[in-house]
């Protein structure tokens, strides 16, 4: 995690306004110190990435949710849902995929697994209109192409 503040003489000034920025394998997200993860709550995240990546998915979810519980994050959510999907959670998995897109609705990645997740609730009329906001935002982002084709032949 690289953080940026405004400093003087090697001390951090609470007066003058800080800049955050966290560098992961998606896009730089921007924002005040105060939404940016915390250190530990991304230590936590980082460690629970390395873990999913081994399969250890019981341990994983506990790295998520601890940095979930000091910092809610839509990426973080979708984590948990993986790994609740791994052990076979379902209604878990639905709890945080839903929690994420309510996190960052204009997240694609979010907003196509929710959607997903409509679809296979059967509520294809939401998750129509999620498809489409998605579409609206990046009419070529594969995943969202490929529900909506899905929704169009459902019948």
Same mark, same amino acid.
């Given at each position: 995690m690289l953080v940026a503040c405004r400093q003087e003489e090697g001390r951090e000034d609470p007066a003058l306004p800080r800049l955050v920025w966290i560098v992961t394998a998606g896009p730089i997200c921007w924002g005040?110190?105060? /939404? %940016?993860?915390?250190?530990?709550?991304? !230590?936590?995240?980082?460690?629970?990435?390395?873990? /999913? %990546?081994?399969?250890?998915?019981?341990? !994983?979810l506990l790295c998520f949710l601890a940095s979930h519980g000091e910092s809610p994050h839509f990426k973080t959510a979708l984590s948990i849902a993986d790994c609740y999907e791994h052990i076979g959670e379902r209604l878990e998995v639905e709890a945080y995929v839903k929690q994420a897109y309510r996190l960052h609705p204009n997240s694609n990645e979010a907003a196509t697994r929710y959607a997903h997740w409509l679809f296979a609730s059967r509520?294809?009329?939401?998750?129509?209109?999620?498809?489409?906001?998605?579409?609206?935002?990046?009419?070529?982002?594969?995943?969202a192409q490929v529900l909506r084709a899905s929704?169009?032949?459902k019948d």
């Open positions: 005040s110190k105060e /939404l %940016a993860l915390s250190d530990s709550s991304y !230590a936590k995240y980082v460690e629970g990435r390395t873990l /999913l %990546a081994s399969n250890e998915h019981e341990a !994983a509520d294809y009329v939401q998750c129509t209109e999620v498809i489409e906001s998605v579409l609206a935002r990046s009419p070529d982002y594969g995943p929704l169009t032949t």
